[in-house]
């Protein structure tokens, strides 16, 4: 059970959880190759362990982070240890953008970026999984609030 369903109130369902895209690891695995490639070496064991400690910082995050869309807000959560939780309600958003770079449609990922009332803008996270099925369902739910 995740943090978005642990958290719903009366009368609300959860629709949808997005996680972040596997694209994250592409990072530490290169950086683990280049030190494999370097050989038993002082600089290999160094490219190495930074490769591990951005690995370690990249799983975290990938643990830690959850998007859930209810009928009645967006749930952002990050963090594994130091979480921090932030809420958008669907009736305060105004648009919502989508983006993904060439990489991004080609793998599917990106950004989606709903702006509420007053400017708003809260943007998830930049390697989200899926985010047209995240857009839709926001969409959809924006939509039957008008």
Same mark, same amino acid.
């Given at each position: +059970?995740? $943090?978005?369903?642990? @958290?719903?109130?009366?009368?609300? @369902?959860?629709? $949808?959880?997005?996680?972040?895209?596997?694209?994250? =690891?592409?990072?530490?695995?290169?950086?683990?190759?280049?030190?494999?490639? +370097?050989?038993?070496?002082?600089?290999?064991?160094?490219?190495?362990?930074?490769?591990?400690?951005? #690995? =370690?910082?990249?799983?975290?995050?990938? !643990?830690?982070?959850?998007?859930?869309?209810?009928?009645?807000?967006?749930?952002?959560? %990050?963090?594994?240890?130091?979480?921090? #939780?932030?809420?958008?309600?669907?009736?305060?958003?105004?648009? !919502?953008?989508?983006?993904?770079?060439?990489?991004?449609?080609? =793998?599917?990922?990106?950004?989606?970026?709903?702006?509420? %009332?007053?400017?708003?803008?809260?943007?998830?996270?930049?390697?989200?999984?899926?985010?047209?099925?995240?857009?839709?369902?926001?969409?959809?739910?924006? +939509?039957?609030?008008?």
């Amino acid at each position: +059970m995740g $943090y978005s369903e642990k @958290n719903l109130v009366a009368g609300e @369902n959860l629709l $949808y959880v997005a996680r972040l895209h596997w694209i994250i =690891f592409i990072t530490p695995v290169l950086v683990l190759l280049i030190g494999a490639a +370097m050989g038993r070496t002082i600089q290999g064991y160094v490219v190495d362990g930074a490769g591990l400690l951005i #690995a =370690f910082f990249m799983f975290s995050e990938y !643990i830690g982070s959850e998007f859930g869309v209810t009928n009645k807000r967006i749930i952002v959560k %990050t963090g594994l240890i130091a979480t921090q #939780a932030r809420e958008i309600f669907i009736n305060r958003i105004e648009s !919502i953008q989508l983006q993904q770079s060439i990489a991004g449609r080609l =793998f599917g990922y990106g950004s989606v970026i709903p702006a509420g %009332t007053g400017g708003d803008k809260a943007g998830l996270h930049s390697y989200i999984d899926n985010p047209v099925g995240l857009k839709k369902v926001i969409d959809e739910q924006i +939509m039957g609030k008008i």
